[in-house]
């Protein structure tokens, strides 16, 4: 089992940044790949941002490209996720996933954590 809790959200207006951080404990022997997804009231979870285990090969969705970057310390067995210039779309509660195989869907990953909320004040 692997355990995973996020921090970091709150509130902030437009054009601020906040980072989130993901605390990964337990057996974390053969995760592939780690993502930051989030889900508005009414809406579906979608990925922000993933990355692959060995760091080489990051995804981000269009609408966060340039704005956002995921990064991991595994020494310190964290996930991050640096959020600038937000916006009041990127309101939603955000959540920290890791996958043993595949990265872009929510399907494709194995445990969760319980979510933070990010609400961006225009």
């Known amino acids: 089992q692997v355990q995973l809790v996020e921090s970091g959200g709150g509130l902030v207006q437009a054009g601020g940044s906040l980072r989130l951080s993901c605390a990964v404990s337990g057996r974390t022997f053969g995760i592939d790949a780690m993502g930051w997804f989030r889900q508005a009231p009414g809406k579906e979870r979608d990925l922000v941002a993933a990355?692959?285990?060995?760091?080489?090969?990051?995804y981000y969705a269009d609408s966060v490209k340039g704005r956002f970057t995921i990064s991991r310390d595994i020494a310190k067995n964290a996930l991050y996720l640096q959020m600038n210039r937000l916006n009041p779309e990127d309101t939603a509660v955000y959540y920290c996933?890791?996958?043993?195989?595949?990265?872009?869907?929510?399907?494709?990953?194995?445990?969760w954590g319980q979510g933070t909320q990010v609400t961006v004040s225009s």
């Open positions: 990355i692959k285990r060995s760091g080489d090969t990051t």
């Open positions: 996933g890791a996958s043993r195989f595949g990265y872009r869907l929510p399907t494709e990953y194995d445990y």
